[in-house]
């Protein structure tokens, strides 16, 4: 049986290029799995192949546990105090062992030792793939559609590789059939219980950026760079490209003869209509280009909030902003940048709102006259800070300013800006509010004084706060006023958690 036992080893590494090795370690299992099935007692047993002649020896093991620790089962465990009456130096962890009959080869059931060694072939097989498409990460694969479960997508990429497309990885309301030949991302190799697992994707942005390269020579040659893409997968997208050489039009090679190349690219993406974009170094042209087909009239630049408000004509708002957001989601996506998108009149609403805003600002705080507050507002100043410490020659380009007049201004807004400091530290430290307001994530000791003015003086009043309370008490925006009412609220999951797990406690009762 010994040289049957060689042979089937040699058999199945040959037919399915699995090293010898994992062979023998599943007959191992295999071997170990009758001996223990054979024997009425929980036992345990090691089985170990010698690789040059095929004989083999079974041996009997039991774990050794810790003295204290109990022992659960006496047919395969053992404390260390007996372990060491056989072996002084054993240590917990390790096994007791004593040779025992082996089961006859022959007389395995064959049922159960093929399926043992078909799973470790299996497994030896997915580690493989999985070696050989670590280093593919982030390339495009292609393959055949094996079946299609609860919208999840299984490839066969040849050579016994398969993919899976999860059905949050695949294209929605695209018609999959088996035998259809599809292309994906490849995003990762996933550590499954069952073996390594290849994820591919067909919605991520670098899908569509590598499909562009496979189309259009100037990107593989690097004479054109895609600079990002943003997408709703199968129903969008916007690619950002820039040219090296200044003979090519980046747009245009992308889009190819007759729109050839990006029809290409469209079909492979269950006809996702995509916008190709002309980057640019300025933010700003940048937006406007991100834009298109929208006209943009006017940009205005927050770069505190990283956003900008993006005004076109009334009868062009809804191409601007898209189908459900579209649009302006797709830009906001590709620029980097949020973007509001409003017509000209709410546009116009609101930058009024805000240079009557800054005019009273500038007279009340650098005390001087209407016409002066206004050039200032005009000019673009937007706060005390650009005024006391600009660059004295932007001052200086105001036609209307003399140099004595820029020296006041500039003096008066230090002395303002020294001011507001004071009175702030003055006024958090009249502020009486309890320290667990400091503890609420996003509360420092300048919004808990404000808050403590209008009677929120601790952690429960602040989570008692609806989001819109919270805005109209302070400057904050709705997200960041959800944020921090969450995070006052987590005591209360808090306790909660801790009353459940007293009630289900055993031996526990409430007083």
């Given at each position: ?30 071997l ?11 036992i ?63 007389r ?52 016994h ?15 999959v ?26 919605t ?52 190819g ?74 830009a ?18 609101k ?19 209407e ?17 006391a ?10 036609e ?41 994530e ?10 403590a ?9 602040l ?10 008490i ?7 006023a ?19 797990e ?10």
């Open positions: 049986m010994s040289k049957e036992l060689l042979l089937v080893v040699e058999a199945v590494s040959d037919e399915k290029g699995i090293p010898r090795e994992v062979i023998y370690e599943a007959l191992e299992a295999a170990a799995s009758a001996t223990r099935k054979r024997h009425c007692e929980d345990d047993a090691r089985v170990e192949i010698d690789r040059s002649s095929g004989d083999y020896k079974t041996y009997r093991r039991w774990l050794v546990v810790e003295e204290n620790e109990l022992v659960e089962n006496p047919e395969a465990q053992v404390d260390l105090a007996r372990a060491r009456e056989v072996d002084p130096n054993i240590k917990a962890g390790e096994y007791i062992e004593k040779l025992m009959d082996s089961v006859d080869f022959g395995i059931a064959a049922q159960t030792a093929k399926q043992v060694i078909f799973q470790k072939v299996r497994e030896a097989e997915r580690k493989q793939v999985a070696e050989q498409y670590l280093g593919r990460i982030g390339e495009l694969v292609a393959g055949n559609v094996k079946r299609v479960e609860r919208g999840n997508i299984f490839l066969d990429l040849g050579a590789a398969e993919a899976l497309i999860p059905r949050e990885e695949a294209i929605p309301r695209e018609s059939r088996p035998d259809d030949r599809i292309r994906g991302y490849l995003r990762e190799v996933r550590e499954e219980p069952r073996g390594p697992q290849l994820i591919v994707s067909r991520a942005p670098q899908f569509l950026i590598k499909l562009f390269e496979l189309e259009v020579p100037e990107v593989g040659q690097g004479l054109i760079e895609i600079t990002g893409a943003a997408r709703e997968p199968g129903v969008r997208a916007k690619i950002a490209v820039r040219s090296y050489d200044r003979r090519i039009d980046p747009v245009g090679a992308c889009v003869m007759r729109g050839s190349r990006v029809q290409a690219v469209s079909r492979g993406l269950n006809e996702e209509r995509i916008d190709i974009i002309p980057w640019d170094e300025n933010p700003v042209q940048f937006v406007i280009n991100a834009m298109a087909p929208a006209e943009v009239l006017s940009v205005a630049v927050d770069e505190e909030l990283h956003s900008m408000d993006i005004t076109v004509a009334e009868d062009k708002l809804s191409q601007a902003i898209g189908r459900g957001g579209q649009n302006v989601r797709l906001s996506e590709l620029t980097g940048w949020e973007l509001n998108v409003m017509g000209q009149d709410k546009a116009h609403d930058n009024e709102a805000e240079r009557l805003r800054l005019v009273d600002l500038f007279k009340n705080t650098l005390n001087v006259d016409d002066v507050a206004v050039i200032l507002a005009q000019e673009g100043f937007a706060s005390l800070d650009e005024i410490y600009v660059p004295i020659v932007e001052l200086e380009k105001i209307e300013f003399d140099a004595g007049m820029i020296d006041e201004l500039r003096n008066r807004a230090r002395d303002a800006l020294l001011t507001q400091a004071i009175s702030s530290e003055e006024f958090i430290l009249q502020a009486e509010f309890d320290s667990d307001l400091l503890g609420v996003g509360v420092d000791a300048e919004l808990a004084a404000r808050l003015q209008s009677g929120i003086k601790n952690r429960e009043n989570a008692d706060l609806s989001v819109d309370e919270l805005v109209e302070t400057d904050l925006s709705a997200d960041q959800a944020a921090i009412i969450m995070s006052a609220r987590k005591i209360w999951f808090e306790d909660t958690d801790r009353n459940s007293t009630r289900s406690a055993p031996g526990v009762e409430a007083e």
